[in-house]
């Protein structure tokens, strides 16, 4: 299962390999005596601290000079009051005490491990407001907070909001004031789920500030490491610390030996704008469903036997089918799509965690899935739904986990980008779905959501375009990411288009 981790890997290559297992495992005893040493400690003036897992070592590796990775999000608002720029503050610091990884920074220890630690100033903020861009415009600000600086990870904080300019439009004898937060997370705190529940106790902290009502903030544990959590279930067994990096010196060797030979089906049919295969930028495009659409595409899903995600993996694969090859006929044989998904297992953790902890808790996992493109797209939704449920029963989901406790980081990304690079990776796209969210549904709040969209800065990763989707207050949004240098807009704007397309016709039909 974890070959196909490595598409550039070769059979002969790994026959001729298994001659230096030996001598791999001799180089491996360090790692079989090593324990983990990721337990909550205090410093010397109190701050709490812990060293990185892997898990979060390896993103650290991927942002390290540039910013990829970053997890970015726009909120909007409406009230029929003026938004306090005071009152946010107080309420972003009371969300700081509340969650722990948003108070620290990265620092080194005394043997050179990455560590998270408290900053000096528990209470510092990066907060901006932009005076030249109004909430009516904030695509062009999102765009801009996607591509932005990298942290200052050695002070921290490890995310920054930004405030647009407020805007108001007449409603009735009243006025409606609109207001947009951008906010962008360093994705070693945490994952896309974590960023709602941010969302939604800031609405909850602002409405309480507004109108005048004391609220004790419960700070939440300072959480170990993600492998620490799911021992039982990722801790590599001895014959996996020795196949695991076995399969990874064979893919490099096989890297080495080889021409590159360009393997993505997109790519192949549409060469990239640059003279490789790695993107520098990212953009986004939104999109949303009405609730009367959002509504009729659950209750189909539920008549025909599927979930939603099965039916968007389900769109977005015919979608890609028709763009890669518009000619749809019985005869031509199916095309292979790889794919990735990402899986919540704060369930799996031990001790399980609540919806409401802020940290990394997603994991991905590939997805093959043949596509002719003239299959009846509801069974074709109850496959890609069984596919994934199969999948995720058997652990699949945890195989990177392991993979990441057994080899050197930073070579495992070099190799990654260098297959990147080449166009050897054969992911057409990444898809996150959330599910269904809440943000202040009972309007207790002033400030009344008006909608959201997340992106992640997703320069240097294999996929053509990702995609981030939930249903927030019985609304779909579905934001798509893609870098230009490697799809051009007009492209995958008729990939999402075209995917909520089928999605719509199948309802109706």
């Known amino acids: 299962m974890l070959i196909s981790l490595f598409p550039s890997i070769s059979p002969l290559v790994i026959c001729c390999s298994v001659v230096l297992a030996v001598g791999i495992a001799c180089l491996l005893r360090h790692v079989l005596m090593r324990e983990n040493e990721d337990e909550i400690s205090h410093t010397g003036t109190g701050k709490i601290s812990r060293r990185l897992g892997s898990f979060e070592r390896y993103f650290s590796i991927i942002a390290s000079g540039y910013s990829t990775c970053y997890l970015n999000t726009v909120l909007l608002l409406e009230s029929k009051v003026k938004l306090d720029p005071g009152h946010l503050k107080t309420a972003l610091l009371m969300l700081s005490e509340r969650f722990a990884l948003l108070r620290m920074r990265i620092t080194v220890d005394n043997v050179f491990q990455q560590c998270f630690e408290e900053m000096e100033d528990p209470q510092s903020l990066e907060f901006q407001t932009r005076m030249d861009i109004d909430s009516e415009n904030w695509m062009s600000a999102f765009n801009e907070h996607i591509n932005c600086a990298p942290f200052n990870t050695e002070k921290g904080p490890l995310w920054r909001v930004t405030l647009l300019r407020e805007t108001t439009e007449s409603e009735g004898e009243g006025i409606l004031y609109k207001n947009a937060l951008l906010f962008t997370f360093h994705h070693i705190i945490c994952d896309a789920r974590s960023v709602f529940e941010f969302k939604n106790k800031?609405?909850?902290?602002?409405?309480?500030?507004?109108?005048?009502?004391?609220?004790?903030?419960?700070?939440?544990?300072?959480?170990?490491?993600?492998?620490?959590?799911?021992l039982n279930l990722t801790k590599p067994n001895i014959l996996e610390r020795l196949l695991i990096p076995l399969l990874v010196g064979c893919s490099k060797l096989s890297a080495m030996i080889r021409k590159p030979k360009m393997a993505n089906l997109y790519l192949l049919k549409f060469p990239p704008n640059v003279r490789d295969s790695l993107a520098q930028t990212t953009h986004a495009i939104p999109r949303r469903l009405t609730k009367e659409q959002?509504?009729?595409?659950?209750?189909?899903?539920?008549?025909?036997?599927?979930?939603?995600?099965?039916?968007?993996?389900?769109?977005?694969?015919?979608?890609?089918?028709?763009?890669?090859?518009?000619?749809?006929?019985?005869?031509?044989?199916?095309?292979?799509?790889?794919?990735?998904?990402?899986?919540?297992?704060?369930?799996?953790?031990?001790?399980?965690?609540?919806?409401?902890?802020?940290?990394?808790?997603?994991?991905?996992?590939?997805?093959?899935?043949?596509?002719?493109?003239?299959?009846?797209?509801?069974?074709?939704?109850?496959?890609?739904?069984?596919?994934?449920?199969?999948?995720?029963?058997?652990?699949?989901?945890?195989?990177?986990?392991?993979?990441?406790?057994?080899?050197?980081?930073?070579?495992?990304?070099?190799?990654?980008?260098?297959?990147?690079?080449?166009?050897?990776?054969?992911?057409?796209?990444?898809?996150?779905?959330?599910?269904?969210?809440?943000?202040?549904?009972?309007?207790?709040?002033?400030?009344?959501?008006?909608?959201?969209?997340?992106?992640?800065?997703?320069?240097?990763?294999?996929?053509?375009?990702?995609?981030?989707?939930?249903?927030?207050?019985?609304?779909?949004?579905?934001?798509?990411?893609?870098?230009?240098?490697?799809?051009?807009?007009?492209?995958?704007?008729?990939?999402?288009?075209?995917?909520?397309?089928?999605?719509?016709?199948?309802?109706?039909?």
């Open 202 to 230: 800031l609405l909850q902290f602002l409405g309480s500030l507004y109108n005048g009502k004391a609220m004790k903030v419960e700070t939440l544990a300072f959480r170990p490491t993600l492998e620490r959590m799911t």
């Open 294 to 509: 959002t509504m009729a595409l659950v209750s189909c899903c539920k008549a025909n036997g599927c979930t939603v995600h099965g039916a968007i993996t389900a769109a977005t694969h015919l979608a890609m089918k028709q763009i890669i090859e518009p000619e749809q006929t019985e005869q031509k044989p199916p095309l292979l799509f790889d794919s990735n998904y990402t899986v919540d297992i704060r369930q799996q953790c031990e001790p399980k965690l609540g919806r409401e902890e802020f940290g990394l808790y997603a994991m991905f996992d590939a997805l093959q899935i043949e596509v002719k493109g003239t299959e009846e797209f509801w069974d074709f939704s109850r496959t890609c739904t069984n596919k994934v449920h199969r999948k995720i029963d058997s652990g699949e989901h945890m195989n990177f986990l392991k993979l990441i406790q057994c080899v050197n980081l930073p070579s495992l990304w070099n190799l990654f980008c260098s297959e990147t690079k080449h166009g050897q990776r054969k992911e057409l796209f990444n898809l996150t779905n959330l599910g269904v969210l809440s943000i202040d549904q009972e309007g207790k709040s002033p400030y009344k959501f008006a909608g959201a969209y997340f992106a992640v800065q997703s320069a240097k990763f294999p996929f053509i375009t990702g995609n981030e989707i939930f249903t927030i207050n019985d609304q779909l949004y579905w934001t798509v990411e893609y870098s230009p240098e490697i799809i051009t807009r007009s492209r995958a704007q008729d990939f999402v288009d075209l995917s909520l397309r089928i999605l719509m016709d199948a309802c109706i039909s």
